[in-house]
């Protein structure tokens, strides 16, 4: 018997039930630390990485699209990324939708049922009638959080630039796209008008990173008593000044842009009032990043000859960088933009 025993010992190692179960529980414990520390690792997930992308998107950064073109886009508001500028697949979309709908492009008719009445006929009705549904008397002009002038409300103003007012987002695009703009550029329009390009970069842009110098008091009105409001764009609280004369004081003497442009506006100023206001911008220009656009011509330049206009903008520390064009996108219209920057600090 006790040689039995022995010959069993000698063939393996007998192991009771008391030390089965303490083994147990150390693996147990051991698996619940190795399973904690896991747990706490700081490698980004797959969920990280997609938000870190999609923020790197939301704020600018390049992103290459269809045709490996540079794409800026914005986060507005939750997932959604919305793009700065149009993109090919947004066009052939529109196209598809037309082509499906069996709509025509040169059918279209005006129809009784969609209101037929011409801008001038709205108005006589706004100034006969005090409003399309309006209050009587004496309370009549309680109701209106911005009283409105008629002519605003019917859009005259839409139609004082010589060509489609839709012509804003084109201008917009380009000079975002050209800039490699960020909601945190700051930007500065000489010559605003009614917001028709500014619209689209106060939208943009971050709160107050949009600047304006405009000297027309209706186009002012228009900005403020109707495009700001109508866009919902007050809480952007856009900088627009009324002034003239190139005199940028009110904008702040320690502000610097990453972008200047002027829309057709240089064209209708004498040379030398052009020149005064280059000499005041070129420090108000961030260094090399910054750029200043001026559309339509620089007859202010061209007309001193161009070793003279090289001369002068060195002296102002601005540089010429070369001339764009740039298609519209709804009609059968381009622009000419010339392109400076700051050569030094």
């Given at each position: 018997?006790?040689?039995?025993?022995?010959?069993?010992?000698?063939?393996?190692?007998?192991?009771?039930?008391?030390?089965?179960?303490?083994?147990?529980?150390?693996?147990?414990?051991?698996?619940?630390?190795?399973?904690?520390?896991?747990?706490?690792?700081?490698?980004?997930?797959?969920?990280?990485?997609?938000?870190?992308?999609?923020?790197?998107?939301?704020?600018?950064?390049?992103?290459?699209?269809?045709?490996?073109?540079?794409?800026?886009?914005?986060?507005?508001?939750?997932?959604?990324?919305?793009?700065?500028?149009?993109?090919?697949?947004?066009?052939?979309?529109?196209?598809?939708?037309?082509?499906?709908?069996?709509?025509?492009?040169?059918?279209?008719?005006?129809?009784?049922?969609?209101?037929?009445?011409?801008r001038a006929q709205q108005l006589e009705d706004l100034r006969q009638f005090?409003?399309?549904?309006?209050?009587?008397?004496?309370?009549?002009?309680?109701?209106?959080?911005?009283?409105?002038?008629?002519?605003?409300?019917?859009?005259?103003?839409?139609?004082?630039?010589?060509?489609?007012?839709?012509?804003?987002?084109?201008?917009?695009?380009?000079?975002?796209?050209?800039?490699?703009?960020?909601?945190?550029?700051?930007?500065?329009?000489?010559?605003?008008?009614?917001?028709?390009?500014?619209?689209?970069?106060?939208?943009?842009?971050?709160?107050?990173?949009?600047?304006?110098?405009?000297?027309?008091?209706?186009?002012?009105?228009?900005?403020?008593?109707?495009?700001?409001?109508?866009?919902?764009?007050?809480?952007?609280?856009?900088?627009?000044?009324?002034?003239?004369?190139?005199?940028?004081?009110?904008?702040?003497?320690?502000?610097?842009?990453?972008?200047?442009?002027?829309?057709?506006?240089?064209?209708?100023?004498?040379?030398?009032?052009?020149?005064?206001?280059?000499?005041?911008?070129?420090?108000?220009?961030?260094?090399?990043?910054?750029?200043?656009?001026?559309?339509?011509?620089?007859?202010?330049?061209?007309?001193?000859?161009?070793?003279?206009?090289?001369?002068?903008?060195?002296?102002?520390?601005?540089?010429?960088?070369?001339?764009?064009?740039?298609?519209?996108?709804?009609?059968?219209?381009?622009?000419?933009?010339?392109?400076?920057?700051?050569?030094?600090?």
């Open positions: 018997m006790a040689l039995s025993a022995s010959r069993a010992m000698s063939k393996g190692v007998v192991v009771s039930v008391p030390v089965l179960v303490l083994s147990a529980l150390v693996a147990t414990v051991f698996l619940f630390f190795l399973l904690s520390s896991l747990s706490s690792c700081s490698c980004p997930t797959t969920s990280d990485i997609s938000a870190s992308n999609a923020r790197s998107v939301a704020i600018g950064v390049s992103e290459p699209s269809s045709g490996d073109v540079p794409l800026l886009a914005r986060k507005e508001s939750g997932n959604s990324i919305s793009p700065l500028s149009t993109r090919k697949e947004d066009v052939e979309w529109v196209k598809d939708q037309i082509r499906a709908n069996g709509l025509h492009m040169h059918d279209n008719v005006l129809r009784k049922g969609i209101n037929p009445r011409t005090k409003g399309i549904s309006h209050y009587e008397k004496p309370e009549s002009d309680n109701h209106t959080a911005f009283p409105c002038p008629g002519e605003l409300l019917v859009e005259e103003h839409h139609s004082n630039y010589g060509e489609p007012w839709a012509g804003g987002r084109d201008v917009f695009e380009f000079l975002a796209q050209t800039t490699q703009l960020r909601p945190d550029s700051l930007v500065l329009e000489i010559g605003c008008g009614t917001l028709r390009v500014g619209l689209h970069f106060i939208r943009y842009l971050n709160t107050e990173h949009f600047h304006c110098l405009e000297r027309d008091e209706l186009s002012l009105m228009a900005a403020f008593r109707y495009e700001l409001p109508a866009q919902g764009l007050l809480p952007k609280r856009p900088l627009i000044v009324k002034g003239e004369d190139m005199d940028f004081s009110k904008f702040g003497s320690g502000t610097i842009y990453d972008l200047i442009y002027a829309s057709a506006v240089f064209l209708h100023m004498p040379d030398k009032l052009v020149w005064t206001g280059l000499e005041r911008l070129a420090s108000k220009l961030k260094p090399y990043d910054g750029r200043i656009f001026v559309s339509h011509n620089i007859k202010f330049c061209s007309r001193l000859g161009g070793e003279e206009c090289t001369k002068r903008l060195t002296s102002l520390g601005l540089e010429y960088l070369g001339k764009h064009t740039h298609d519209s996108l709804l009609f059968n219209h381009y622009e000419i933009w010339f392109e400076f920057r700051r050569s030094k600090a």
